[in-house]
């Protein structure tokens, strides 16, 4: 595929809103929204694509879905509906532990990811379903989810989470961006708003030539596509006037990072928010590294661009697999991911911009404010030596008995050991956390050699290993996340809060039911096979 760059424009993505309106106040509403099988368009020249997609009916669904809008305290009920054909449209591996209905038909659970969520609503892999609820898998309860909303405001995205098709459900569309406003604490922001104030769902694609989306039926260990699209459009361009705009960047890719910046470092990224949680001030920064499920809110302000400049593209030049990997991206290819067109000075504006950079964000129980850490937890990551090309952590599987039962309402400290040469982006659900520093590890491969032996950081006596030099956290990524990068070689130190951050206060619905959460690596294909561990919370 030869595809002309920047020939479509970038697509709004639509929105729902997650509640209603009577006399003047918000209420709870139920939403139905299914998933669908269609065709999408990913360019101007390209044959149309066979996806999986949500939307509220087959006509308005799209890639991503809409983007649901809740409000903060109005709990949100949604039943997900499965409307998929008998088959998936992707080869799947039978060889990785997988949801297989017996009637046949393709397994779905949606998970919000970055939600604050009793159990039963959270998607657990084995809570998937079929068409019309035909089937399902062990762990199903019920068809409507309610969503409590209880968190602080901040950008949050619900995909697909059924066991072992994850990547591929993903990969045909199944993704698509949920947001939770708080108008007290955000009106007087002044953010960018309205049609200043948009989402760019990023994720790289391999198309064949008849338009389908390729990947091998076989599991390997990381997807990478050549294609970069943005809001489902492969190399689209944005018109912009010159003034601020809000950008919500999330890369919802399997497995590719990014590392983007503008026309390389031609305008900042002011970084308002990441993940769920606001910054507890803007951070302004030149690049932007996300991984896979990361979020980046900014500001980007194109008033400041030089009048004669009238052209501006987001680059990425991420190495992959991130960050020792032996792909380069080609800047002509993978290295583009978007064009900004701006209007000519004096054209300008269709309303003057009233938007402001704030002074201050929001401020959340900082780490030295929440209750000090009950547990520490060592959580190490490596290839599993028996099942070779397996990804496990601490040796075991999804289906090994839980050893993650932290407490509801207390605070953990994670200690985060890369053993393998990739980055991996840690999530877990339900809680939201943030990594405090990152201590390289001395002596790597005689601590490596034995952890693969003795599978015991007592044993191989980390804390001889642990020692330094420290990696401070870049400042952009100072609050509390939903997802964080773990560097290979590297022990990093996440603290973990399975309580409310913003109110510093523990959940307000029990935590503690069946079945239970997972935490895992959001690398597409290593979740699926088998980066990825139940998480118990114990009242
Ligand atoms: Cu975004 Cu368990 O996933
Ligand atoms: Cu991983």
């Known amino acids: ?32 929204i299914g ?33 649901i809008v809740a409000r903060q305290g109005v709990p949100l009920a949604v039943e997900w509906q499965n409307h998929l054909p008998d088959a998936h449209i992707l080869p799947w591996d039978p060889k990785v532990p997988t949801a297989i ?9 949606v998970h919000l990811h970055g939600g604050a969520h009793p ?38 995205w619900y995909h697909d989470h059924a066991l072992g098709l994850t990547r591929v459900s993903l990969l045909a569309g199944l993704l698509a961006a949920y947001v939770i406003e708080k108008p007290e604490l955000e009106d007087p922001m002044n953010l960018p708003c309205g049609d200043h104030d948009l989402h760019l769902v990023i994720a790289d694609r391999e198309f064949y030539t008849n338009g389908s989306i390729s ?83 900014v500001i980007v302000d194109f008033s400041r661009l030089p009048a004669a400049m009238t052209e501006i593209e987001m680059l990425n030049t991420a190495p992959y697999p991130f960050p020792n990997g032996p792909n380069v991206t080609d800047p002509n290819l993978d290295g583009k991911v978007m064009l900004f067109k701006v209007a000519g000075k004096g054209k300008v504006d269709d309303m003057p911009d009233k938007s402001k950079v704030p002074e201050h964000g929001v401020p959340y129980a900082s780490v030295a404010a929440l209750p000090p850490p009950t547990t520490t ?25 839980v050893t993650e039962t932290p407490k509801s309402g207390t605070t953990e400290l994670w ?28 002596g790597f491969q005689v601590f490596k050699d034995c952890m693969i032996k003795n599978n015991n950081t007592a044993t191989c006596n980390l804390d001889q290993h642990a020692v330094g030099p420290v990696v401070p956290v870049p400042e952009e990524e100072k609050t509390w996340k939903n997802a964080v990068k773990i560097p290979p070689e590297f022990m990093t130190s996440v603290v973990v809060a399975f309580r409310l951050v913003e109110a510093n206060q523990p959940y307000p619905f029990d935590a503690t039911t069946e079945p239970g959460f997972v935490y895992h690596c959001h690398i597409l294909d290593h979740e699926d096979n088998a980066m990825i561990r139940p998480l118990k919370l114990l009242p």
């Open 119 to 156: 159990p039963e609503f959270d998607g657990h892999a084995f809570a998937w379903f079929t068409r019309d609820f035909a089937e399902n898998g062990s762990t199903w309860t019920r068809k409507t989810y309610t969503y409590p909303n209880v968190q602080a405001p901040g950008n949050l």
């Open 35 to 67: 998933m669908y099988s269609k065709t999408w368009q990913f360019h101007r020249d390209m044959p149309p694509t066979p996806v999986f997609v949500y939307g509220q009916s087959l006509q308005t669904a799209t890639f991503p879905g809409p983007t």
């Open 101 to 109: 209905p017996k009637k046949g038909g393709v397994p779905t659970v």
């Open 1 to 32: 595929l030869n595809l002309t760059k920047y020939v479509d424009s970038l697509p709004r993505i639509a929105k729902i809103r997650g509640y209603g309106i009577r006399h003047g106040r918000p209420v709870p509403i139920k939403l139905t």
């Open 415 to 442: 200690q985060v050991i890369n053993l393998t040469g990739d980055n991996h982006p840690l999530h877990l659900h339900i809680a939201t956390f943030q990594a405090i520093k990152m201590t390289k590890i001395e």
């Open 215 to 297: 990947i091998d039926r076989e599991w390997k260990p990381e997807y990478f596509g050549l294609v970069i699209t943005v809001n489902g459009k492969a190399w689209p361009y944005l018109s912009v006037q010159r003034r601020r705009y809000r950008l919500r960047i999330l890369n919802a890719s399997n497995a590719r990072y990014f590392n983007v910046t503008l026309s390389n470092g031609a305008l900042p990224f002011t970084v308002i928010g990441s993940d769920s949680s606001y910054l507890s001030r803007p951070v302004t920064v030149s690049n932007l590294v996300l991984s896979p499920a990361e979020i980046f809110d």
């Open 377 to 401: 937890r060592y959580i190490v990551l490596y290839e599993n030596q028996t099942a070779p090309g397996n990804l496990y952590i601490n040796g075991l599987r999804l289906e090994d008995p």
